[in-house]
């Protein structure tokens, strides 16, 4: 979580040429989040004392290209401290995740007749996924035929639901290294299957894998073994 602290202009001589009345503390508070699969607004947090306001800055991606406008608006003159939470919206396979910066950010009054310089980074990480596997029997032997079934769920700002219409790689380790045997797209639940006939008369590792997309980071179930 990162928080950035706006000083009264006075401690700000160095970068800002604005004389008395010396402005307000004020802060903004965006956190390290998530881009999820969806368009979801990413909360930031923000509070100023006793006078009109704006908060604004650039907001500008891991790359250091425009990503978006940062405003946020306070109440009348006089009213006292102002607290509120504002987001700014990022949206799966179109954000970048990484290190966002505010460039060019400005605390002021209501007038701009008084301003202060802010500047800070948060960062932003692709969504989550989990997989979990089923085998329909676990002492096959050999020739015989096994279902396994795989659930994929990708993370929400609510929660984890179905990954829909994604890969899933069925695998098993030989020698130490997994290798994929089968592969199949989940459907509108998330759920995958295949059915193969078992060729093997030794105990083998096996495991599904939800494959990494632009919306969300990959996952595998725990390893299970079929004798």
């Known amino acids: 979580m990162k928080k950035f602290l706006l000083a009264p202009v006075a401690a700000l001589a160095a970068v800002v040429s604005f004389a008395s009345p010396a402005l307000a503390d004020g802060s903004v508070d965006i956190?390290?989040?998530?881009?999820y699969p969806n368009c979801t607004y990413h909360q930031a947090k923000y509070?100023?004392?006793?006078?009109?306001?704006?908060?604004?800055?650039d907001v500008m991606d891991p790359t250091g290209g425009y990503a978006s406008f940062l405003f946020f608006e306070g109440a009348a003159p006089g009213s006292g401290t102002t607290t509120g939470d504002d987001g700014l919206m990022f949206c799966g396979g179109m954000d970048r995740v990484g290190t966002y910066s505010i460039a060019d950010g400005e605390y002021c009054y209501d007038d701009y007749s008084v301003c202060a310089s802010f500047s800070d980074t948060f960062t932003m990480r692709k969504a989550y996924s989990r997989t979990t596997l089923s085998i329909s029997d676990t002492t096959?032997?050999?020739?015989?035929?096994?279902?396994f079934r795989a659930t994929s769920k990708a993370e929400y700002k609510t929660g984890y639901f179905a990954n829909k219409y994604e890969t899933v790689r069925f695998q098993r380790r030989i020698d130490g290294v997994w290798r994929t045997f089968a592969t199949a797209s989940t459907n509108t639940y998330g759920a995958a299957r295949v059915t193969v006939a078992w060729k093997y008369r030794s105990a083998k590792a096996v495991r599904a894998v939800t494959v990494t997309t632009t919306e969300y980071a990959g996952s595998q179930s725990a390893v299970k073994t079929v004798y």
């Open 31 to 35: 956190p390290n989040g998530v881009i």
């Open 47 to 57: 509070s100023a004392a006793d006078y009109a306001w704006k908060f604004s800055g």
């Open 140 to 147: 096959a032997a050999y020739g015989q035929r096994i279902t």
